[in-house]
């Protein structure tokens, strides 16, 4: 087995010496702010429901309910409403976690210190739907290709324990950076339970090598990987970094033997998401997605969950084909599959069908 850079752990304090000579890191040609300090208003999505049909709107409510629409009200029964206060409209409630296959975030997400100017980062939505229906609070969550640290801000907002890992040191800055806050004193789980600042550690290394990792204690390991070449986080500059991949089949390989570290740091029973996306080369459907799948389920995997995830303002695709007449169609979704490993001595012949097939 070729060697992998062994994990180098970066603290709080290696952070803000850091800070001292740095006041950015630029990550695929884009300038990223390390700010001193975070101006933060909200420390959770927001989510809005009807006082009187319960239809739930976010980040904001309209301001008129569509069952106000479907009354056939008259012109100044419409005007009266629209000039109610929202408060009698609407009331703030808390966010309810996706109940289907098909996941949209076309707000993104805002709270806290979630940004979307690292490039290719996930929506919060989707690690907070992950953590709050895969683990309860003090659970441990892995993320092995961290980013801009959104899966870690999360446990943090959360109360789960977390370790983030990234190929790439000044990803891990950005990292700290974000988690570089406090909640306001009055700040509680969505249990209700009064927030204790969990266990984050971060480390410089490859997911392809997680020896720092305690074997069989994760309970969580929700990651985002490059989708192969498509973004190019540092342009080789980095060694180890898939996304300076360009051929499939080896994108593929370094996958497999992510998905086997997956495997053996989680605990029997744990859950393991991955969002993999596919791409078009010389206008043909390039599936990466596939293999992913596949190379989970040869580890050993049982596979939960496919869910679509509808992919908004995208520069890889959307962007650069707008406007244009091609022959082809934008391609505008991405998989998030959750894996699931076995327990001791389950009986494995009832999720065959969920499992490699030969
Ligand atoms: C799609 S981004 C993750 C974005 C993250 N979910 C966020 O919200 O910011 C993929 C990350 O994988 C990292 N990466 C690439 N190759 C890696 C490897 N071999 N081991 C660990 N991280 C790697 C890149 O540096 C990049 O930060």
């Known amino acids: 087995m070729p060697e992998y850079i062994p994990m180098r752990e970066v603290t709080h304090s290696d952070y803000k010496e850091f800070l001292k000579t740095h006041d950015h890191v630029v990550i695929e040609n884009v300038k990223v702010a390390l700010p001193k300090e975070h101006k933060i208003t909200k420390f ?28 056939n009200l008259t012109p100044d029964e419409i005007k009266k409403l ?55 609070e003090g659970d441990l969550v892995l993320d092995q290709m961290v980013g801009s640290g959104t899966t870690l801000v999360e446990c943090k907002l959360l109360g789960r324990r977390s370790i983030g890992v990234d190929i790439n040191q000044d990803a891990i800055m950005v990292t700290r950076n974000r ?34 990792v305690p074997d069989g204690k994760v309970d969580l390991i929700a990651t985002h990987p490059p989708y192969a070449s498509i973004i190019p986080y540092s342009k080789q500059r980095v060694p180890g970094d898939l996304s300076s991949v360009h051929d ?86 991405e998989h998030l599959y959750v894996f699931r490993k076995p327990e001791k001595g389950e009986k494995m012949s009832q999720f065959k069908e969920s499992m490699k097939w030969q």
Request: hydrophobic share 30%; net charge positive; with cysteine.
């Open 44 to 71: 959770a999505p927001t989510e809005f429901e009807c006082t009187k049909c319960k239809a739930r709107y976010r980040p904001k409510p309209p301001k008129i309910c569509n069952c106000a629409m479907k009354e």
């Open 82 to 136: 629209l000039e109610l206060p929202n408060e009698k409209k609407f009331v703030l409630v808390e966010y309810e976690k996706e109940t289907t296959t098909a996941w949209s975030f076309p707000d993104r997400g805002d709270w806290a210190t979630h940004i979307g100017n690292y490039r290719g980062n996930w929506s919060p939505y989707i690690p907070r739907n992950l953590i709050l229906r895969y683990t309860k």
């Open 179 to 212: 988690l570089d806050f406090s909640p306001p004193p009055d700040y509680t789980f969505p249990s209700g339970e009064k927030y204790q600042e969990p266990k984050i550690e971060t480390y410089e290394g490859d997911a392809r090598n997680l020896n720092e």
């Open 248 to 333: 499939i089949a080896e994108f593929a390989k370094a996958m497999r033997i992510g998905a086997d570290q997956s495997y053996r740091k989680l605990r029997p029973g744990g859950h393991c998401a991955i969002l993999m996306g596919d791409t078009r080369r010389h206008k043909h459907f390039v599936p990466i997605t596939p293999r992913v799948l596949q190379s989970f389920l040869d580890a050993g995997f049982i596979l939960r969950e496919d869910i679509i995830k509808m992919q908004w303002k995208m520069k890889s695709t959307r962007e650069r084909w707008r406007g244009k007449n091609y022959d082809f169609l934008l391609i505008a979704h």
